[in-house]
């Protein structure tokens, strides 16, 4: 049909490539011819990745045919503008990649449908469209997952300016987003672009332009053709575009006056970009069992790519056979690099392919940036001042490290839900905002992953975000914004992009007087099986201070993903053995500890009991009890939840003989199950057991000590342990 379409057009009288294309608008000839070129290149590339999966050599086939509209978008932004793309974003990848210069878009698009080790974005792991020369973020195709990022980079690239700190793209820049239709639906980018027009009715800057390329259809699920415009035409604080893909002057006007009021006002809009859908959904996807011959052919009459080239040839740039000649040749010029990118190794390794979430040297190496003060002279710790404290809590102490931490690097945003001007739920961050300013310590949406979007985007700019989660059952409302975004971009672009962030999270149970199993929630197992994701679990106030350090250490000198789970029940906690006892005080460490090592607690011969957070002031007890019956026992507190200690493990459970797990998270995915693992796949020759938390929500009230790990049940299971093997030692 292109080509019939094209031969059917008659000429115009022929024009000089510098000359406008119409006479009332600024696209000249010979932008068009480039623009055509872009979209032809996106077009035999989606043709090209088909042929290669019908060979087994190609194993992606998600293209972008119908939609090379988007190549507007890449001529009206700036190449220093960063992009978050749709997977149907080819045209704007080309076109982008060209106008910057000294990359080859069609070679590095080939190399990832081969998924070839010489990828120069994932390095053969995932076919994506990212480039850190050409300002492209990889993304992976997880419905809308990116838009929250997006949101957080636009907030991030204003908060850079305001705080006189530098982003890898202007002061002025504009974000770009692109999603699909179906995408539009998704709570992720409701949530997201509900966030961008909340920050920007409370008169913050959020320069991002999200694009909607509507193809009206999901698969195989059609979406309404009035219902993008139903959805955000009307959304106040976001400006509303819209532009046919089809119709290259058209489209590339109505995008440059949208770029242009984004970049002028800093304020959000949203372009509905309409677009068709060819080829149908993937490589394997046949339109026919759910699209009619009519409704294919219709779409096929609006090809963006025949529709160029007979603009083209009605404006006299060029006769349809020259036109259908550049399209041939660029056809050509792919299959070259077809074959050549069939030709290259791929990943031979799991070591290769694991490379970019490998843990290198476990030191933490020394980052002293220059000091900032204030706004005001006041501390904000409340243990007074930023001089080696007395003995605190574990509250406290935290709130002592991130005053430090906040002092020492201007880089350091501390943020969440509650934790501005009240200071958090549990007086955690009070008198953080006072002390730093809003501009370092402020208070977000009641939505996760708007939270964790801006920690995303605050990463990818430069900033070392700490934001706070606000109870542990709450992260599980965002985990694909641990998961599928932070935990993989470092991966998904070999290292080239990464977004650095301690996570605070109040977690786990033993709250008296308040909970049920939102307040109170003890599951980690969908963390803890995240490539690549740091989990740190403090129970003493020194080790607070020492493990936060460490975290943030990791984040910027190695751009590690860690999360800090925070014991809520040991925040205030003073007390360990009996009351007024101050036991569990402890002066906050003033330097980071080393990353996966654990704490030991005694040097008994009998027993190691291996712990975290809130089993381990339990265990001690227990030690103690243990001890009146002549079993002398050791306490381990892992501290690291992931990667896990194994080293020191393996070296306490030899010197005593026997392992017991008092795991206070659940008995199927809990903490127990990998400490087991380790010790057994290490071939320790010991006697183990494990006691845990029931299998169960936390309930409220009394009805929780029915259920959770206790002092009690440790005492219990480490006699039943020990009573068939007297102590060999000791």
């Known amino acids: 049909m292109l080509r019939a379409g094209v031969r059917a057009t008659p000429p115009g009288p022929a024009r000089g490539h510098g000359e406008p294309l119409t006479a009332d608008g600024p696209l000249t000839i010979g932008t068009c011819l480039e623009l055509f070129d872009a979209q032809a290149s996106s077009r035999h590339l989606d043709l090209a990745a088909r042929r290669l999966g019908a060979a087994g050599s190609g194993y992606y086939s998600i293209g972008s045919s119908g939609h090379e509209g988007n190549a507007v978008l890449a001529q009206a932004l700036r190449t220093t503008d960063p992009a978050l793309l749709h997977y149907r974003s080819g045209a704007f990848f080309v076109r982008r990649c060209t106008r910057l210069g000294g990359t080859d878009p069609i070679r590095d698009v080939l190399l990832g449908v081969v998924a070839a080790a010489a990828d120069p974005i994932s390095g053969g792991r ?62 992720t980018a409701a949530g997201a672009i509900n966030t961008a027009i909340h920050t920007a009715h409370q008169g913050i800057a959020m320069p991002v332009l999200f694009v909607c390329e509507d193809n009206g259809l999901g698969i195989s699920v059609p979406t309404p053709p009035d219902w993008i415009e139903s959805a955000f035409g009307s959304r106040p604080e976001l400006r509303y575009f819209d532009a046919d893909g089809s119709d290259l002057p058209q489209a590339l006007t109505v995008a440059g006056e949208a770029v242009a009021w984004v970049r002028s006002s800093r304020r959000p809009a949203l372009l509905r970009l309409r677009t068709v859908r060819l080829l149908g959904h993937a490589g394997s996807d ?23 080239a007979r603009l083209l040839v009605a404006a006299g740039a060029t006769s349809p056979e020259e036109i259908l000649d550049r399209y041939d040749a660029i056809g050509a010029r792919v299959a070259e690099e077809e074959t050549r990118a069939a030709r290259e190794p791929r990943l031979n390794s799991a070591r290769a392919v694991r490379a970019p979430l490998a843990f290198g040297d476990t030191r933490v190496p020394d980052h002293t940036p220059e000091p900032v003060r204030g706004e005001q002279d006041s501390p904000a710790s409340c243990t007074g001042g930023t001089d080696r404290p007395a003995p605190t809590t574990v509250a406290q102490s935290i709130n002592h490290t991130l005053s430090e931490l906040l002092r020492e690097d201007p880089d350091v945003l501390v943020f969440g839900e509650d934790v501005g001007r009240k200071g958090g739920v549990y007086g955690v961050t009070k008198g953080l905002q006072r002390t730093f300013g809003a501009r370092r310590v402020f208070d977000t949406l009641l939505d996760e992953q708007s939270v964790l979007g801006t920690a995303l985007g605050t990463g990818s700019a430069g900033f070392l975000p700490i934001p706070e989660i606000q109870y542990l059952a709450y992260v599980h409302n965002a985990l694909d914004q641990i998961r599928g975004e932070a935990a993989t971009l470092r991966y998904f672009s070999a290292g080239r992009y990464q977004n650095p962030m301690v996570v605070r999270i109040a977690s786990f ?29 403090p129970a003493r106030a020194d080790d607070a201070a020492a493990l936060l350090r460490s975290c943030v250490q990791l984040a910027r000198t190695d751009s590690r993903v860690c999360l800090y789970l925070e014991p809520i029940a040991l925040y205030h906690t003073r007390d360990l053995y009996r009351t007024g006892d101050d036991g569990w005080l402890a002066t906050p460490e003033a330097e980071p500890t080393t990353p996966w090592r654990a704490r030991i607690h005694g040097d008994g011969a009998d027993l190691t009991i291996v712990t975290f957070a809130n089993g381990v002031p339990m265990s001690l007890r227990a030690a103690q009890r243990l001890a009146d019956s002549g ?53 320790f020759g010991g006697r183990i057991a494990r006691v845990t938390s029931d299998d169960c929500f936390v309930p409220l009230g009394p009805a929780a000590n029915l259920v959770l790990l206790s002092e009690a049940t440790i005492v219990a299971a480490a006699h039943h342990l020990l009573e068939s093997t007297p102590p060999a030692r000791g």
């Open 509 to 537: 149970a033993y709250q008296r007087g308040f909970g049920g199993h939102f307040h109170n929630d003890n599951s980690i197992a969908a963390l803890r099986d995240i490539p690549g994701l740091i989990v740190a679990a």
């Open 631 to 683: 079993i002398h026992a050791r306490v381990l507190d892992l501290r690291w939840l992931a990667p896990l200690p194994v080293d020191d493990l393996l070296h306490h459970a030899d010197a005593t003989g026997a392992v017991l797990i008092a795991d206070e998270t659940r008995r199927s995915g809990g903490v127990s199950e990998s400490v087991c693992t380790a010790l057994v796949d290490h071939r």
């Open 286 to 308: 046949v339109e026919s069992a759910y699209r009619t011959r009519a409704e294919i052919d219709t779409d096929l009459r609006r090809d963006p790519v025949a529709a160029t």
């Open 126 to 187: 995932h076919k994506v469209f990212g480039s850190a020369p050409a300002a492209v973020l990889p993304q992976t195709s997880t419905i809308a997952s990116h838009l929250p990022r997006a949101v957080g980079l636009a907030f991030a690239i204003d908060r850079a300016r305001r705080l006189g700190r530098t982003t890898p793209w202007p002061h002025d820049a504009v974000v770009l987003c692109t999603f699909g239709d179906a995408s539009a639906n998704h709570s």
